[in-house]
Protein backbone atom coordinates (compact mmCIF):
# COMPACT_ATOMS: atom_id res chain seq x y z
CA UNK A 1 0.00 0.00 0.00
CA UNK A 2 1.49 3.38 -0.67
CA UNK A 3 1.91 5.90 2.27
CA UNK A 4 1.87 9.13 2.20
CA UNK A 5 4.57 10.66 4.79
CA UNK A 6 5.12 14.06 5.91
CA UNK A 7 4.21 16.85 4.32
CA UNK A 8 2.54 18.90 6.23
CA UNK A 9 1.58 18.37 10.01
CA UNK A 10 -0.71 20.71 10.23
CA UNK A 11 -3.03 23.56 8.41
CA UNK A 12 -3.00 26.74 10.76
CA UNK A 13 -6.46 28.95 10.46
CA UNK A 14 -7.14 31.25 7.94
CA UNK A 15 -8.14 34.70 9.54
CA UNK A 16 -11.40 36.56 9.09
CA UNK A 17 -11.54 38.39 6.07
CA UNK A 18 -15.06 39.71 7.01
CA UNK A 19 -14.94 43.41 7.96
CA UNK A 20 -12.72 46.37 6.59
CA UNK A 21 -10.97 45.27 3.67
CA UNK A 22 -6.69 45.05 4.04
CA UNK A 23 -6.19 47.36 0.83
CA UNK A 24 -2.78 46.15 -0.52
CA UNK A 25 -0.20 49.68 -0.59
CA UNK A 26 3.14 47.50 -0.78
CA UNK A 27 4.27 48.85 3.11
CA UNK A 28 2.89 45.44 4.84
CA UNK A 29 5.11 44.42 8.16
CA UNK A 30 4.88 41.41 10.06
CA UNK A 31 4.47 42.18 13.92
CA UNK A 32 8.12 42.13 13.86
CA UNK A 33 8.32 45.00 11.65
CA UNK A 34 9.64 42.98 9.31
CA UNK A 35 8.54 43.69 5.34
CA UNK A 36 6.86 41.46 3.02
CA UNK A 37 9.40 41.59 -0.12
CA UNK A 38 10.57 38.01 -1.35
CA UNK A 39 7.73 34.68 -2.06
CA UNK A 40 9.09 31.31 -3.22
CA UNK A 41 6.74 29.25 -4.60
CA UNK A 42 7.14 25.70 -5.40
CA UNK A 43 6.18 24.40 -8.10
CA UNK A 44 6.40 20.37 -7.55
CA UNK A 45 7.06 18.16 -4.61
CA UNK A 46 8.46 15.76 -7.30
CA UNK A 47 12.66 15.63 -8.13
CA UNK A 48 14.66 13.43 -10.35
CA UNK A 49 17.46 13.44 -7.43
CA UNK A 50 17.19 12.04 -3.82
CA UNK A 51 19.91 14.13 -1.75
CA UNK A 52 20.60 12.88 0.82
CA UNK A 53 20.02 16.01 3.02
CA UNK A 54 16.78 16.60 1.38
CA UNK A 55 15.07 13.44 0.03
CA UNK A 56 16.95 10.89 1.30
CA UNK A 57 15.64 7.25 -0.45
CA UNK A 58 15.03 5.38 2.62
CA UNK A 59 12.09 7.98 3.25
CA UNK A 60 10.96 9.37 -0.71
CA UNK A 61 11.40 5.77 -2.30
CA UNK A 62 9.32 4.08 -4.32
CA UNK A 63 6.53 3.72 -1.62
CA UNK A 64 5.91 7.29 -1.49
CA UNK A 65 2.77 9.24 -2.60
CA UNK A 66 4.12 12.61 -4.42
CA UNK A 67 0.92 14.68 -4.35
CA UNK A 68 -1.91 14.33 -7.43
CA UNK A 69 -1.90 16.40 -10.15
CA UNK A 70 -5.16 18.20 -9.17
CA UNK A 71 -4.03 19.45 -5.42
CA UNK A 72 -0.82 21.41 -7.34
CA UNK A 73 -2.09 25.12 -8.00
CA UNK A 74 -2.45 25.45 -11.48
CA UNK A 75 -0.76 28.26 -13.42
CA UNK A 76 -3.34 30.41 -13.07
CA UNK A 77 -3.62 30.18 -9.34
CA UNK A 78 -0.28 30.75 -8.93
CA UNK A 79 -0.23 33.64 -11.07
CA UNK A 80 -3.35 35.03 -9.52
CA UNK A 81 -1.75 34.59 -5.79
CA UNK A 82 1.32 36.04 -6.86
CA UNK A 83 -0.11 39.42 -8.30
CA UNK A 84 -1.58 39.96 -4.99
CA UNK A 85 1.78 39.01 -2.95
CA UNK A 86 3.20 41.37 -5.73
CA UNK A 87 0.55 44.15 -4.62
CA UNK A 88 1.69 44.44 -0.79
CA UNK A 89 5.12 44.66 -1.49
CA UNK A 90 6.67 41.53 -3.22
CA UNK A 91 9.54 42.25 -5.54
CA UNK A 92 11.14 39.20 -6.24
CA UNK A 93 9.67 35.50 -6.75
CA UNK A 94 11.64 32.85 -7.02
CA UNK A 95 10.30 29.08 -8.57
CA UNK A 96 11.50 26.01 -6.51
CA UNK A 97 10.26 22.54 -5.68
CA UNK A 98 11.30 19.47 -5.39
CA UNK A 99 13.01 20.03 -9.06
CA UNK A 100 10.85 23.09 -10.65
CA UNK A 101 11.78 21.92 -14.08
CA UNK A 102 10.03 18.73 -14.05
CA UNK A 103 6.71 21.24 -13.92
CA UNK A 104 5.52 20.33 -17.18
CA UNK A 105 5.45 23.41 -19.24
CA UNK A 106 7.40 25.93 -16.47
CA UNK A 107 8.25 27.82 -19.34
CA UNK A 108 4.52 29.21 -20.04
CA UNK A 109 4.51 29.91 -15.59
CA UNK A 110 7.17 31.93 -15.89
CA UNK A 111 5.66 33.67 -18.81
CA UNK A 112 2.96 35.05 -17.17
CA UNK A 113 5.03 35.69 -13.60
CA UNK A 114 6.87 38.26 -15.68
CA UNK A 115 4.13 40.61 -16.60
CA UNK A 116 4.01 41.13 -13.52
CA UNK A 117 5.21 44.79 -12.00
CA UNK A 118 5.35 46.21 -8.75
CA UNK A 119 2.95 49.13 -7.58
CA UNK A 120 5.59 51.74 -8.41
CA UNK A 121 6.03 50.06 -12.23
CA UNK A 122 9.55 48.01 -11.75
CA UNK A 123 9.53 44.77 -13.17
CA UNK A 124 10.36 42.07 -10.54
CA UNK A 125 13.57 39.98 -9.87
CA UNK A 126 12.38 36.73 -11.31
CA UNK A 127 14.60 33.70 -10.54
CA UNK A 128 14.59 29.73 -10.40
CA UNK A 129 16.24 27.44 -8.06
CA UNK A 130 17.25 23.73 -10.17
CA UNK A 131 19.43 21.20 -9.63
CA UNK A 132 20.51 21.61 -13.18
CA UNK A 133 20.29 18.04 -14.39
CA UNK A 134 17.61 19.66 -17.68
CA UNK A 135 19.11 23.08 -17.61
CA UNK A 136 20.97 22.38 -20.53
CA UNK A 137 18.21 22.04 -22.60
CA UNK A 138 15.89 24.92 -20.88
CA UNK A 139 17.79 27.49 -19.97
CA UNK A 140 17.34 29.43 -23.78
CA UNK A 141 13.40 29.01 -23.32
CA UNK A 142 13.54 30.36 -19.79
CA UNK A 143 15.26 33.17 -20.52
CA UNK A 144 13.02 33.87 -23.33
CA UNK A 145 10.05 33.25 -21.21
CA UNK A 146 11.45 36.59 -19.30
CA UNK A 147 13.24 34.58 -16.35
CA UNK A 148 16.04 37.20 -14.74
CA UNK A 149 18.63 34.76 -13.63
CA UNK A 150 19.15 31.44 -12.13
CA UNK A 151 20.49 29.32 -9.24
CA UNK A 152 21.94 26.03 -9.53
CA UNK A 153 22.63 23.43 -6.99
CA UNK A 154 26.16 21.38 -6.65
CA UNK A 155 27.23 19.93 -3.96
CA UNK A 156 30.92 18.40 -5.64
CA UNK A 157 33.25 18.48 -8.34
CA UNK A 158 33.96 14.76 -7.56
CA UNK A 159 31.72 12.00 -9.94
CA UNK A 160 31.43 9.35 -7.39
CA UNK A 161 31.23 11.85 -4.57
CA UNK A 162 28.31 13.82 -6.24
CA UNK A 163 26.36 10.43 -7.00
CA UNK A 164 26.36 9.37 -3.58
CA UNK A 165 24.90 13.05 -2.55
CA UNK A 166 22.47 13.17 -5.09
CA UNK A 167 21.82 9.09 -4.88
CA UNK A 168 20.40 8.97 -8.39
CA UNK A 169 23.19 8.60 -10.37
CA UNK A 170 23.57 12.20 -11.75
CA UNK A 171 27.34 13.06 -13.09
CA UNK A 172 28.45 16.89 -12.21
CA UNK A 173 29.45 17.29 -16.06
CA UNK A 174 25.80 17.55 -16.64
CA UNK A 175 25.00 20.10 -14.28
CA UNK A 176 28.03 22.03 -15.19
CA UNK A 177 26.81 21.42 -18.90
CA UNK A 178 23.46 23.17 -16.97
CA UNK A 179 25.35 26.41 -15.67
CA UNK A 180 27.37 27.17 -19.09
CA UNK A 181 24.01 26.83 -21.04
CA UNK A 182 22.18 29.64 -18.53
CA UNK A 183 25.39 31.65 -19.11
CA UNK A 184 25.07 31.31 -22.98
CA UNK A 185 21.52 32.66 -22.59
CA UNK A 186 22.35 35.44 -20.28
CA UNK A 187 20.67 34.19 -16.77
CA UNK A 188 23.34 36.42 -15.20
CA UNK A 189 24.60 36.12 -12.50
CA UNK A 190 24.34 32.33 -12.41
CA UNK A 191 24.38 31.57 -8.60
CA UNK A 192 25.78 28.20 -7.75
CA UNK A 193 24.43 26.21 -4.37
CA UNK A 194 26.68 24.13 -2.38
CA UNK A 195 25.08 22.36 0.67
CA UNK A 196 27.98 21.85 2.76
CA UNK A 197 28.21 18.03 5.23
CA UNK A 198 30.67 18.27 7.18
CA UNK A 199 32.39 14.77 6.81
CA UNK A 200 30.86 14.10 3.52
CA UNK A 201 31.83 17.14 0.82
CA UNK A 202 33.62 19.35 2.71
CA UNK A 203 37.05 18.09 0.97
CA UNK A 204 35.39 19.77 -1.88
CA UNK A 205 35.10 23.52 -0.61
CA UNK A 206 38.42 24.39 -1.67
CA UNK A 207 38.17 22.42 -5.32
CA UNK A 208 34.96 24.06 -6.01
CA UNK A 209 36.11 27.73 -5.14
CA UNK A 210 39.09 27.08 -7.63
CA UNK A 211 36.83 26.00 -10.52
CA UNK A 212 34.62 28.70 -10.48
CA UNK A 213 36.55 31.79 -9.41
CA UNK A 214 36.72 33.90 -12.45
CA UNK A 215 34.14 31.67 -14.25
CA UNK A 216 31.55 35.16 -13.44
CA UNK A 217 29.57 32.43 -11.44
CA UNK A 218 28.35 33.42 -7.77
CA UNK A 219 29.29 30.41 -5.62
CA UNK A 220 27.48 30.24 -2.31
CA UNK A 221 28.35 27.76 0.57
CA UNK A 222 25.18 26.84 2.61
CA UNK A 223 25.60 25.00 6.06
CA UNK A 224 23.79 22.02 5.89
CA UNK A 225 20.01 22.62 8.09
CA UNK A 226 17.65 20.81 10.16
CA UNK A 227 14.94 21.19 7.75
CA UNK A 228 12.23 19.08 7.87
CA UNK A 229 12.52 15.59 9.85
CA UNK A 230 13.66 12.84 7.39
CA UNK A 231 17.39 13.90 7.00
CA UNK A 232 18.80 12.33 10.19
CA UNK A 233 20.36 15.81 10.85
CA UNK A 234 22.75 16.48 13.14
CA UNK A 235 25.25 19.41 14.21
CA UNK A 236 28.07 17.47 13.94
CA UNK A 237 27.79 17.40 10.34
CA UNK A 238 27.18 21.42 10.06
CA UNK A 239 30.32 22.66 9.11
CA UNK A 240 30.27 26.67 10.12
CA UNK A 241 30.44 29.62 7.16
CA UNK A 242 33.24 30.80 9.12
CA UNK A 243 35.14 27.80 8.85
CA UNK A 244 34.37 28.06 5.32
CA UNK A 245 35.78 31.49 4.76
CA UNK A 246 39.28 30.05 6.11
CA UNK A 247 40.07 27.17 4.25
CA UNK A 248 39.52 29.62 0.68
CA UNK A 249 41.24 32.09 2.20
CA UNK A 250 44.26 29.90 2.34
CA UNK A 251 44.49 29.46 -1.09
CA UNK A 252 42.82 32.68 -2.51
CA UNK A 253 42.51 35.59 -0.05
CA UNK A 254 39.14 36.89 0.54
CA UNK A 255 37.89 40.46 1.73
CA UNK A 256 34.80 41.47 2.62
CA UNK A 257 31.71 42.60 0.28
CA UNK A 258 28.46 44.89 1.56
CA UNK A 259 25.50 43.15 1.40
CA UNK A 260 23.35 44.34 -1.62
CA UNK A 261 20.12 44.38 -0.17
CA UNK A 262 19.29 44.64 4.21
CA UNK A 263 17.73 40.94 3.49
CA UNK A 264 20.36 38.87 1.89
CA UNK A 265 20.73 36.09 2.89
CA UNK A 266 24.44 35.50 2.07
CA UNK A 267 27.21 37.03 3.48
CA UNK A 268 29.61 38.39 0.71
CA UNK A 269 33.23 37.86 -0.05
CA UNK A 270 35.48 39.01 -2.84
CA UNK A 271 38.49 37.34 -4.19
CA UNK A 272 41.09 39.98 -3.22
CA UNK A 273 42.55 39.80 -7.11
CA UNK A 274 39.53 41.38 -8.79
CA UNK A 275 38.46 37.73 -9.95
CA UNK A 276 35.18 37.42 -8.61
CA UNK A 277 33.10 36.79 -5.26
CA UNK A 278 31.81 34.10 -3.27
CA UNK A 279 28.72 33.85 -0.60
CA UNK A 280 28.21 31.89 2.29
CA UNK A 281 24.42 31.25 3.93
CA UNK A 282 24.99 31.08 7.73
CA UNK A 283 21.55 29.52 8.56
CA UNK A 284 22.99 27.47 11.53
CA UNK A 285 25.65 29.47 12.94
CA UNK A 286 24.29 32.96 12.32
CA UNK A 287 20.42 33.39 12.01
CA UNK A 288 19.10 35.91 9.39
CA UNK A 289 15.77 35.83 10.87
CA UNK A 290 15.79 40.04 12.23
CA UNK A 291 15.79 40.55 8.28
CA UNK A 292 13.65 37.42 6.85
CA UNK A 293 11.05 39.22 4.38
CA UNK A 294 10.41 35.64 3.09
CA UNK A 295 6.98 34.11 2.59
CA UNK A 296 6.72 30.11 0.97
CA UNK A 297 3.71 29.22 -0.99
CA UNK A 298 3.77 25.70 -1.31
CA UNK A 299 3.03 22.94 -3.87
CA UNK A 300 -0.48 22.71 -3.02
CA UNK A 301 -1.20 26.10 -2.46
CA UNK A 302 -0.39 26.60 1.82
CA UNK A 303 1.35 29.62 2.52
CA UNK A 304 4.54 29.35 5.22
CA UNK A 305 5.71 31.69 6.80
CA UNK A 306 9.10 30.16 8.01
CA UNK A 307 11.17 27.47 6.57
CA UNK A 308 11.13 25.82 9.57
CA UNK A 309 7.08 25.92 10.00
CA UNK A 310 4.77 23.05 10.80
CA UNK A 311 1.59 24.36 9.62
CA UNK A 312 0.58 26.67 6.97
CA UNK A 313 -2.73 28.81 6.12
CA UNK A 314 -4.96 27.07 2.91
CA UNK A 315 -4.61 29.63 0.43
CA UNK A 316 -5.73 26.70 -2.28
CA UNK A 317 -9.06 26.65 -0.05
CA UNK A 318 -9.41 30.86 -0.34
CA UNK A 319 -8.52 30.45 -4.07
CA UNK A 320 -10.70 28.09 -4.90
CA UNK A 321 -13.76 29.32 -3.02
CA UNK A 322 -15.04 32.24 -5.60
CA UNK A 323 -13.13 34.24 -2.79
CA UNK A 324 -12.84 37.90 -4.56
CA UNK A 325 -9.41 39.54 -4.84
CA UNK A 326 -9.72 42.02 -2.31
CA UNK A 327 -10.69 38.81 0.11
CA UNK A 328 -7.57 36.85 -0.96
CA UNK A 329 -5.24 40.21 -0.38
CA UNK A 330 -7.02 41.21 3.08
CA UNK A 331 -6.28 37.15 4.02
CA UNK A 332 -2.56 37.47 3.14
CA UNK A 333 -1.93 40.60 4.82
CA UNK A 334 -3.53 39.62 7.87
CA UNK A 335 -1.51 36.22 7.77
CA UNK A 336 1.42 39.03 7.18
CA UNK A 337 0.82 41.09 10.11
CA UNK A 338 0.57 38.32 12.68
CA UNK A 339 3.83 36.61 11.87
CA UNK A 340 6.48 36.23 14.50
CA UNK A 341 8.44 33.02 12.98
CA UNK A 342 12.04 33.37 14.14
CA UNK A 343 12.86 29.62 14.40
CA UNK A 344 16.65 30.26 13.21
CA UNK A 345 16.95 32.88 16.43
CA UNK A 346 15.24 30.12 18.73
CA UNK A 347 17.22 27.14 17.47
CA UNK A 348 17.85 24.72 20.15
CA UNK A 349 15.65 26.41 23.03
CA UNK A 350 12.74 25.35 24.84
CA UNK A 351 11.06 28.50 22.45
CA UNK A 352 11.52 26.55 19.47
CA UNK A 353 9.49 23.89 20.70
CA UNK A 354 6.98 25.77 21.77
CA UNK A 355 6.98 27.38 18.43
CA UNK A 356 6.54 24.21 16.55
CA UNK A 357 3.91 22.89 18.95
CA UNK A 358 5.72 19.73 19.06
CA UNK A 359 4.25 19.08 15.36
CA UNK A 360 6.71 18.11 12.73
CA UNK A 361 8.36 20.67 10.38
CA UNK A 362 7.59 20.63 6.61
CA UNK A 363 9.42 19.21 4.36
CA UNK A 364 12.40 21.35 2.05
CA UNK A 365 11.17 19.21 -0.73
CA UNK A 366 7.99 20.52 -0.42
CA UNK A 367 7.98 24.12 0.51
CA UNK A 368 11.12 24.78 -1.49
CA UNK A 369 14.10 25.88 -0.42
N1 LIG B 1 15.69 20.94 -6.63
C1 LIG B 1 16.17 22.27 -6.67
C2 LIG B 1 17.60 22.33 -6.23
O1 LIG B 1 18.10 21.40 -5.62
O2 LIG B 1 18.22 23.36 -6.51
C3 LIG B 1 15.33 23.26 -5.89
C4 LIG B 1 14.78 22.82 -4.57
S1 LIG B 1 15.98 22.52 -3.32
C5 LIG B 1 14.96 22.05 -1.97
C6 LIG B 1 16.51 24.17 -2.94
C7 LIG B 1 17.85 24.32 -2.24
O3 LIG B 1 17.74 23.80 -0.94
C8 LIG B 1 19.00 23.59 -2.90
O4 LIG B 1 20.06 24.49 -3.13
C9 LIG B 1 19.39 22.55 -1.86
O5 LIG B 1 20.74 22.25 -1.91
C10 LIG B 1 18.97 23.22 -0.58
N2 LIG B 1 18.76 22.28 0.52
C11 LIG B 1 17.96 21.20 0.55
N3 LIG B 1 18.02 20.58 1.76
C12 LIG B 1 18.89 21.31 2.52
C13 LIG B 1 19.37 21.20 3.86
N4 LIG B 1 18.99 20.23 4.67
N5 LIG B 1 20.24 22.15 4.29
C14 LIG B 1 20.64 23.16 3.49
N6 LIG B 1 20.21 23.32 2.23
C15 LIG B 1 19.35 22.41 1.74
FE1 LIG C 1 15.81 17.40 -5.29
FE2 LIG C 1 16.75 19.79 -4.82
FE3 LIG C 1 16.03 18.24 -2.79
FE4 LIG C 1 18.18 17.59 -4.17
S1 LIG C 1 17.89 19.45 -2.95
S2 LIG C 1 16.53 16.19 -3.60
S3 LIG C 1 17.65 18.25 -6.20
S4 LIG C 1 14.69 19.08 -4.32
FE1 LIG D 1 13.22 33.31 7.97
FE2 LIG D 1 12.37 31.23 9.41
FE3 LIG D 1 14.77 31.15 8.23
FE4 LIG D 1 14.34 32.74 10.34
S1 LIG D 1 14.28 30.53 10.33
S2 LIG D 1 15.42 33.29 8.43
S3 LIG D 1 12.21 33.37 9.97
S4 LIG D 1 12.78 31.26 7.17
Known sequence: MSRRIIPVADVSAMPDIAGAPLTPRGTLVDALVRPLRDLRISVTDRCNFRCVYCMPRAVFGKDYSFLPHGALLTFEEIERA????????????????????????????????????????????????TNGSLLARKAQSLKNAGLTRVTVS?????????????????????????????????????????????????????????????????????????????????????????????????HFPLVPLEAHTPSETAQRWGYADGTGEIGVISSVTRAFCGTCTRARLSTEGKLYLCL????????????RSGATDDEIATAIGRIWQAREDRYSQLRGSAAADTASNGLARVEMSYIGG
Open 308 to 319: FASAGHDLRALL
Open 82 to 129: ARLFVAHGVDKIRLTGGEPLLRKDIERLVERLATLTTPDGRSLDLTLT
Open 154 to 250: LDALDNALFKRMNDADFAPSAVLDGIAAAQAAGLAPVKINMVVKHGTNDAEIVPMARHFKGSGTVLRFIEYMDVGTSNGWNMTEVLPSADVVARIAE
